[in-house]
């Protein structure tokens, strides 16, 4: 089980840090990903951390956002900084057992409820 928290209402410019927790005992040798849903839009991918802490930020949002883990707390990170209103979305973490590149949704076997993100202008 996946549960996001985090999400809320930020200006434009502001920061936020979603943080993802995983129940289970085998947290540190998932992969973990961050996609967001705008409505009307497709889920897009954000950012993964892999197993063995290789990290990658999709092209989107580099620069900006920054993933992060701590196995020692069944817990991912999202450091989302400079934020724009086009951020606004539902974002969810998701958990692979394995994940090759190009990064597929599909990969992603479990997935939290989502977190609201709004950025006003």
């Known amino acids: 089980q996946l549960v996001e928290s985090g999400g809320g209402l930020v200006q434009a410019g502001g920061s936020l840090r979603l943080s993802c927790v995983a129940s289970g005992r085998t947290f540190s040798s998932y992969a973990m990903g961050w996609f967001r849903q705008a409505p009307g839009n497709e889920r897009d991918f954000l950012a993964i951390s892999w197993s063995a802490g290789t990290t990658h930020v999709a092209n989107s949002v580099k620069g900006r956002f920054t993933i992060s883990r701590d196995n020692t707390k069944n817990t991912v990170y999202l450091q989302m900084n400079s934020l724009k209103p086009e951020d606004t979305a539902v974002y969810y973490c998701?958990?692979?057992?394995?994940?090759?590149?190009?990064?597929?949704?599909?990969?992603?076997?479990?997935w939290g409820q989502g977190t609201q993100v709004t950025v006003s202008s």
């Open positions: 998701a958990a692979a057992r394995s994940v090759i590149p190009p990064i597929d949704k599909n990969d992603f076997s479990s």
